[in-house]
């Protein structure tokens, strides 16, 4: 196999909450989303992609700082791919998630999540080139980190099939 047919090969990755993933070849990433946000930034130079999906907006205390808050998850995916060779200026977003789900929370944390997201990437400088957010329905997202392109699937209600085939598995 040479060097060009390797750069095609692509693996699947399944990423829960709390997680960021930036692979170094082109892969598959696929979440499910409700209120929790999935930021996707993607290098034009490099033609190198990432994502994080965060459940809540931010967290103060240093003591408890995990990718599960969004003030971590965003800043910290964008320092993997600028310590990854990416500059700030050839960077691109892509935002996902943050329904509301009445049935579960009077509080619309989903606003508060992509709310933050919002801020840290304005403030770094990074264009928001695409955005699938809000409203009440839950979303199963699939990245090609290798081609950017993003498939959105829009779900009433999540089911433990929606998880298929990555029930259990990372």
Avoid: C
């Avoid at 290098?43 to 967290?59: A, E, Q, T, V, W």
């Avoid at 699939?142 to 009433?156: A, C, M, Q, R, S």
């Amino acid at each position: 196999m040479n060097q060009n047919s390797e750069k095609l090969v692509s693996q699947d990755y399944f990423l829960k909450p709390g997680f960021i993933y930036l692979p170094g070849r082109p892969t598959t990433i696929s979440t499910v989303l409700g209120s929790s946000v999935a930021v996707s930034l993607y290098d034009k130079s490099l033609k190198l992609g990432g994502m994080n999906h965060f459940r809540f907006p931010y967290i103060e205390g240093r003591e408890k700082t995990t990718a599960l808050y969004g003030n971590i998850a965003v800043l910290t995916l964008i320092r993997m791919m600028a310590a990854n060779g990416s500059s700030i200026s050839n960077l691109e977003a892509q935002i996902f998630g943050g329904a509301l789900n009445s049935e579960y929370s009077e509080r619309d944390i989903g606003q508060d999540n992509l709310k933050t997201a919002k801020q840290i990437l304005s403030r770094k400088r990074i264009k928001i080139i695409s955005e699938d957010i809000g409203g009440e329905l839950g979303r199963k997202i699939v990245f090609n980190t290798g081609t950017y392109e993003i498939v959105i699937l829009k779900v009433d209600r999540l089911r433990e099939s929606d998880w298929y085939p990555y029930s259990g598995l990372r």
